[in-house]
């Protein structure tokens, strides 16, 4: 079983009861520390949304293929997916302040190198380098946030937490238009990445300076390193198959990846409750996986994520390639999605106690009606017109009732002592999703754009319908999971 590194966030005064990681100390200092950690975590998710705006110009100015545009997307995101669950023990193994200003100087370097890339294969390589430092600086976040918060004070700060991601995936859509539209110093796509050098720097001096000293390093734990390369190669074997087997006409390799990944995510389970049994250190201990609402709540973030990443995939190539919008209003017309997700995500706990069992089910029957509604009215090639906004507004308050309930209800009862195991695996599960998201909904939509292209009867609004079709689906079960209550 898994241990938790004792460490001291503060210094308790001579004479004082108040115990290291509890959230005792000074209410400015805990602010401090919490506004550090979000601008770190706002930072990553922002880089995960800038970058569909930029895509579109990407392909342009690099030459890229559709399938190379979905790994500069989702190379990102598959080294981030597989080592977040690494990441975290490293931080329970040599501290969360040490982990995450590593995890920081290299998602900072890697987003100088992507803005430096000269072709698509460059870029797709130094993505996958961010994506690993992201890895190793994100889920230190939500492990300082409960070491370091109790009680109500936890679960405000994890409500925050949710918020930040709508704001980061809110601003990446409009950030990434302006800063590509504007061409700054002629660097056009490329200030996309290199708007995270000078954040990553400031944050490496006032981490350095203000995140709380880690007490030493953990006695008696080791790295699953058999576990990290199974569950690897059962994402690479899933992920990479989806994104180019559309563009290679499924051929013989892409179904039998696909057949293996399954196996390798088997032999992945097996292993690890084997290592459990040993009193190893899994990187999934089936001891979270059993804690209350952890099954339900993995579901439904996958849900959520699949279909909001699917979701500004097409619908940002849909706007540009399509409708020939700039990136500028790219951003701006798929913004009200994610201020509506950041609204909903900042005040659902304030709004009426009887609803609160209603919250996630409904949230994505919204989610469901958002993305259906949003096909329909750009069908045809027009505008969408008022009723387009109606639907982005319902997508991202659909999204937010989904996922913000989800993610506090999960981790806000969570022991310390499984902070950095559960973290880990939710923070995982996040970006599995998106990944999921990108790679399905993303091929589906490119798929039937390119078929359509070929065959003469261009139209980029009818490969969109039929990726909001799908998106519903998927909103739909996380909609039916949603009622699903567990035995007691």
Known sequence: MTTTVPESPRSPTPGSSKAPGTDNGPAAGRGRLLALVLTAQFMAVLDVFIVNVAAPTIRTELDASGAALQLVVAGYTITYAVLLITGARLGALFGHRRALLAGLA?????????????????????????????????????????????????????GVYAAVLAVGAAVGQVLGGVLVSADLLGTGWRSAFLVNVPVGAVLLVLGWRALPRDAGRGAGRTLDLVGLVLLGGSVSLLTVPLVLGQEEDWPLWSRLCLASSVVLFALFCRYESALARRDGAPLIAPRVLRLPGIGLAILRVLAAMA??????????????????????????????????????GLTWRRWPRRWQPAMIPGGFVLAAAGSLGTGLALHGGGDGGAGLYLAFVALGAGLALAFGPTLTGA??????????????????VTQLGQLIGVATFGTLFLNRFEALGASGAYTSSDALLMCAYALAGAAALGAVSGLVRRRR
Do not use: K
């Open 106 to 158: 290299v998602f900072t370097a890697a987003s100088l190198a992507c803005g430096l890339a000269r072709s698509g294969g460059e870029l797709i390589a130094f993505r996958m380098v961010q994506g690993a430092g992201a890895a190793l600086m994100v889920p230190q976040v939500l492990s300082l946030i409960q070491r370091n918060f109790t009680g109500e004070a936890r679960t405000r700060a994890l």
């Open 307 to 344: 279909v909001n990443a699917g979701y500004l995939f097409a619908l940002t190539l849909h706007i540009q390639s399509g409708l020939g919008y700039s990136a500028l209003r790219a951003g701006l017309t798929v913004a009200p999605t994610a201020v509506a997700f950041g609204v909903v």
């Open 411 to 428: 981790l806000a009862t969570v022991r310390p002592e499984d902070a950095a195991d559960a973290s880990g695996l939710l923070t995982t």
